[in-house]
């Protein structure tokens, strides 16, 4: 069984910074690619950033030059470090992660989430 298990969200003020982790337990032989979401309360889930095996990070023009995706393949642990929040980054943040269970056979897998609230 293979779980993603998302951490460091919380309150803050707008301005502020967060930094998320997401760590990927259980049988996992390989992770390739790793990628943050987010949805907002009523909201469409909106993709936040990927980042491939090999460190190739891709962002969205929202979150450009304030958010930065970085990855530990020794930790199966995905980040997330997010500056200069602004009230319109609250959201359920999540990841997920194309998880190979085997050499054949790769899944798909999401975390729970974790709250992101910014405050004025």
């Known amino acids: 069984q293979v779980n993603l298990v998302e951490s460091g969200g919380g309150l803050v003020q707008s301005g502020g910074s967060l930094r998320l982790s997401c760590e990927g337990t259980?049988?996992?032989?390989?992770?390739?690619?790793m990628a943050w979401y987010r949805q907002a309360h009523g909201k469409e889930r909106d993709l936040v950033a990927t980042i491939q095996c090999g460190g190739a990070a891709h962002y969205v023009d929202f979150v450009k030059d304030r958010f930065t995706i970085s990855r530990d393949n020794a930790k199966n642990t995905v980040y997330l470090q997010m500056n200069n929040l602004k009230l319109e980054d609250s959201a359920v943040y999540l990841c997920?992660?194309?998880?190979?269970?085997?050499?054949?056979?790769?899944?798909?897998?999401w975390g729970h989430g974790t709250q992101v609230t910014v405050s004025s």
């Open positions: 259980g049988n996992i032989y390989r992770i390739n690619n």
């Open positions: 997920f992660a194309e998880i190979h269970v085997s050499a054949d056979y790769e899944f798909g897998y």
